[in-house]
């Protein structure tokens, strides 16, 4: 039977009480950084671009593809309805601008594991639709193509709500 040293006193705070209390503070954020990280690396890999360089030499091309969208005045509207995605044109003279090769880049905002590109059938003169199955919540379409022998590009964010029917805002 050991008897207490009488030069120890009862409830003193000693190294080994501080040694297992500064292991248990980094044990606890070492576990959240882990679990963190993991979570993170899991859902979006914030690739953008796979080649800054190159995009950034193509970007004054852009702008000016841009700009030139902008001038001929083309109006676009997009709706989603029934799983389907549909698209139709007119300039600002009221005419229907003749479209090619008309695709869609659909996905979500910040997984890149439901991305996909679909390319659009015509419906009518002034109209263009793909099949598509969306969920409810927030989805990026890009859609590019050739309106009048020029290109056309229009980003849009399509909110889709529980009833299947979607909305640019």
């Known amino acids: 039977m050991s008897m207490p040293r009488p030069d120890k006193k009862q409830g003193e ?49 852009e702008l000016m593809k841009a700009r030139d969208m902008r001038k001929a005045g083309i109006h676009s509207e997009i709706k989603y309805d029934n799983s389907t995605l549909t698209l139709t044109f007119k300039n600002r003279e009221g005419n229907i601008p003749t479209a090619i090769n008309l695709a869609a880049e659909i996905g979500r905002p910040a997984f890149e594991s439901e991305d996909r590109m679909l390319p659009f059938v015509s419906c009518a003169e002034d109209c263009h639709e793909l099949k598509v199955d969306l969920e409810a919540g927030s989805w990026l379409v890009k859609i590019t193509g050739q309106l009048d022998g020029k290109f056309y590009r229009r980003d849009a964010r399509l909110h889709v709500d529980g009833n299947g029917v979607g909305r640019v805002p």
């Open 13 to 61: 705070f000693t190294g080994k009480h501080m040694l297992i209390f500064m292991c248990l503070f980094f044990g606890v954020i070492i576990a959240v950084n882990i679990t963190m990280a993991t979570l993170a690396s899991g859902t979006w890999t914030g690739l953008v671009v796979k080649n800054s360089y190159v995009a950034s030499q193509q970007y004054n091309a």
